[in-house]
């Protein structure tokens, strides 16, 4: 413990340099004692005007998915990544590294002078211009005053939000009627006939010039193998693929009460680590292997073309999408509640909110990350609901949805995700982690029951709640496997009590009755542990 103290010490000393520096920079002064103290205390007022510039992609996920093509989109996410690493790396003509407070996802926020916000704001147009041909930016600049630091990112964040919905992302120009259509993208006009050398992808496909950049900065990261138009590779055994749409939760509420710019640096810096740390134990336990990597290892392929800060997107194999979601939620937790940075700055836990949408391989993938959306927005309802009850709060989240025929299910739920029948739910979704942990476990005593009398159970709840006691007591009465069910759920001698019966096979959450069976019946066969997965695979 007390080495991992004096670790975080001297990294805070480090970035506290870096900052200082970066102040004094914008300034166009040497450190002194006023930097160094509004840097790392807050107090005190800055020696000349020094002015926030905040950047972020216009629709990131636009830019990225605005193709099907696997490769392309592997490519957009490798010229977001590259933007970023050329801010922290100084790269980026005009800034300095140390002026750098975060820098991800194709955005962030650095500490410049008047001047230098003025000549950015071009920069970074050209930037996004020049390396995508298609991607746009929002930046904005505003002074520094003496209120809380995170308050002045907040009031940032929501000047650029502003900015971007007033003035909107620059237009692309009108596609020729007559115009030959890329047929990567579908909706561009082509630039021409192409191959790309020793890794062709068709001879003489039609392609437009943003869709030749992204495939070939794609094709850089995967040196030596021949382009992926589809995500076949990733789908598992059941032909099923999955999209896994992540955002943090707690993390807003906390960089608002923020008051220096070196705990809003090093907060920034935490989170940015907390996932990629947390997704490390979870691809090494699931033993995923990257499709953009030619030196990972593993049984399951995967690809990860969103992962900035606390946004993320994964797709990966549908039959483990919903397992490893739970265990991506549930490490994040357990790392952030052991994060020495994060116990010193937050405000209240850290948690994150997911939705997983599954779908067949040959499904458009945008299909998929639209429906993965919706699904977040619902797991973040229960959330934000928790909080307005005045409840402990939930920290972590999950919604997920099978979808077979192209059409989004998550929006047509009713009362926000709760199918109901009299004062019996229909449904569990969304879950909070706690209860999917549950599910998880009581999932495989379900599964153990045929199917046909679980679909039996499912049909009859339409009647409401009395119907289905009634039905649960005649099936434990009849059968030795319903009794044993009951049994593993509830305890011995559950059976002759009909009222625990009840409670053991339709578990209450809150004020009502919830029939979780519905749920379990839509991923049935889609929902694989990784350890059993793991085994079948070494096995076969």
Not at 97 to 102: A, F, G, K, N, T
Not at 242 to 250: E, K, P, S, T
Not at 507 to 532: N, S
Request: net charge negative; aromatic share 6%.
């Amino acid at each position: 413990m007390e080495g991992i103290v004096e670790a975080m010490i001297e990294d805070t000393t480090k970035r506290a340099r870096e900052l200082i520096a970066g102040f004094a920079r914008a300034l166009d002064r040497e450190a002194d004692a006023a930097i160094e103290a509004f840097v790392t205390t807050g107090q005190g007022e800055l020696p000349g005007e020094a002015w926030l510039l905040g950047w972020d992609v216009n629709s990131v996920h636009g830019y990225v998915f605005g193709t099907g093509n696997a490769m392309a989109i592997r490519g957009a996410s490798e010229v977001l990544k590259d933007i970023d690493r050329m801010a922290r790396e100084g790269k980026i003509a005009g800034l300095h590294r140390e002026q750098i407070l975060y820098a991800g996802g194709g955005g962030g926020i650095a500490v410049v002078s008047k001047k230098q916000s003025e000549e950015l704001v071009a920069t970074f147009h050209r930037l996004f211009a020049e390396r995508s041909l298609v991607a746009t930016c929002t930046v904005h600049a505003r002074p520094i005053d003496r209120s809380d630091f995170g308050q002045q990112v907040s009031r940032l964040r929501r000047a650029m939000s502003r900015r971007r919905s007033l003035v909107g992302p620059d237009p692309e120009g009108p596609v020729p009627f007559l115009a030959v259509l890329c047929e990567v993208c579908g909706w561009r006009a082509a630039a021409g006939l192409s191959m790309r050398g020793e890794v062709p992808a068709r001879a003489g496909r039609a392609e437009c010039a943003p869709c030749q950049v992204a495939i070939k900065a794609g094709q850089q990261t995967v040196a030596g193998r021949a382009e992926e138009t589809e995500f076949e590779q990733i789908a598992s055994e059941d032909n099923l693929l999955g999209v896994i749409y992540l955002d943090g939760n707690g993390i807003g509420a906390t960089i608002a009460k923020l008051k220096t710019p070196l705990a809003y640096a090093r907060f920034s810096t935490a989170i940015d680590q907390l996932f990629v740390r947390s997704f490390e134990v979870v691809r090494k336990a699931y033993q995923l292997r990257d499709r953009g990597d030619a030196t990972s290892q593993g049984l399951f392929d995967f690809q990860n073309p969103i992962a900035g800060g606390d946004d993320w997107v994964l797709i990966v194999p549908g039959n483990l999408a919903v397992p490893l979601a739970r265990d991506f939620l549930a490490t994040l937790e357990s790392e952030s509640d052991n994060d020495p940075v994060l116990d010193e700055l937050r405000d209240g836990q850290i948690g994150a909110a997911a939705g997983v949408a599954l779908g067949k391989k040959s499904m458009p993938i945008r299909y998929l990350i639209d429906e993965s959306e919706d699904l977040l927005k619902s797991a973040k309802k229960i959330i934000y609901t928790s909080r307005e009850k005045g409840q402990a709060g939930v920290r972590s989240s999950l919604d997920f949805g099978l979808v077979d025929d192209g059409v989004a299910r998550c929006g047509d739920r009713p009362d926000g995700g709760s199918g109901k029948s009299g004062s019996l739910r229909l449904t569990g979704k969304p879950y909070a982690l706690d209860q999917l942990k549950n599910l998880s476990e009581r999932r495989i005593v379900w599964d153990g029951l045929p199917s046909s009398q679980r679909h039996a159970v499912v049909r009859i709840a339409d009647g409401g709640p009395h119907q289905v006691r009634n039905h649960l007591l005649y099936q434990v009465a009849r059968l030795d496997s319903w009794r044993k069910a009951a049994e593993a759920f509830g305890g011995a001698d559950v059976a002759t009590d009909p009222d625990r019966l009840f409670a053991a096979l339709v578990p209450k959450v809150g004020e009502q009755w919830q029939l979780e069976l519905p749920d379990l019946i839509e991923l049935d066969g889609h929902w694989k542990e990784p350890k059993d997965l793991i085994k079948e695979r070494g096995e076969a």
